[in-house]
């Protein structure tokens, strides 16, 4: 159980082209879903927190107009890298959990981003 | 602000040896402690979770962690190494106060297991 699909898992594109990534739940309902960002042999920093059917809430220094985040329905967020650039490269992972009680987070396997 | 701790970036161990992982945190309330893997280009997977209750936990592929209070750590361990356990681990905390229930990751020990 606690299943979390990711897709796609690999995005090559142009400079300026907007991407949407996709996570769900596959098996279960989740009231939270975060979105990460993974620097090459370095660990996972939180982008933002999406609560479904709610505005995400975002770390600071994390750009809103640059990472559109969407959680429209209790079994799928998704993040858009807008005009990607170079710099916007990099694996990007979601995870969500269970809204009841304190319950662990399961992730997706990841979106490998590049921008060339 | 919570902040977690993993000493050793790299561990490398021989093949049948003893996994030791450590991970410490800073917090004066005890926070919910994890340990995740990851392998190559893929996402995090739970190994095990301290929330409340008997300190000593066990979790998946023989991996097992003790929460100690008075050390503020959640060391990962593993009697016998194999090479399918050669991975990224990461130890990370959820603040007990924090409904967002955000977690804070460690950054991460490269477990190298040798034949």
């Known amino acids: 159980g606690a299943v979390v699909s990711q897709h796609p898992s690999w995005v090559i594109c142009k400079s300026g082209t907007s991407v949407k990534i996709e996570c769900r739940s596959l098996?279960?309902?989740?009231?939270?879903m975060f979105w990460y960002r993974q620097f090459p042999k370095q660990s996972l920093m939180l982008m933002a927190t999406?609560?479904?059917?709610?505005?995400?809430?975002?770390e600071q220094g994390v750009e809103k107009d640059k990472f559109l985040i969407n959680h429209a329905s209790l079994t799928l967020s998704t993040l858009t890298v807008t005009s990607a650039h170079p710099e916007d490269s990099s694996f990007y992972i979601c995870?969500?959990?269970?809204?009841?009680?304190?319950?662990?987070?399961?992730f997706g396997d990841g979106t490998r981003l590049s921008i060339l | 602000a919570q902040s977690v701790t993993q000493l050793g970036s790299h561990v490398s161990v021989s093949e049948g040896a003893l996994v030791l992982l450590r991970c410490n945190y800073s917090?004066?309330?005890?926070?919910?402690l994890f340990w995740y893997v990851q392998y190559p280009n893929q996402g995090l997977q739970l190994l095990l979770k301290y929330t409340t209750g008997a300190t000593l936990v066990k979790g998946i592929n023989g991996f097992e962690a003790e929460f100690k209070k008075s050390e503020t750590s959640f060391h990962l361990t593993k009697p016998s190494a194999h090479m399918s356990d050669a991975a990224e681990y990461f130890c990370a905390v959820s603040d007990r106060r924090d409904s967002s229930y955000k977690l804070i990751f460690g950054s991460g020990t490269r477990l190298l297991v040798r034949p």
């Open positions: 999406s609560n479904e059917g709610s505005k995400a809430t975002y």
């Open positions: 995870s969500a959990r269970l809204g009841q009680g304190y319950q662990p987070q399961h």
């Open positions: 098996d279960f309902q989740a009231t939270t």
């Open positions: 917090s004066s309330v005890p926070p919910y």
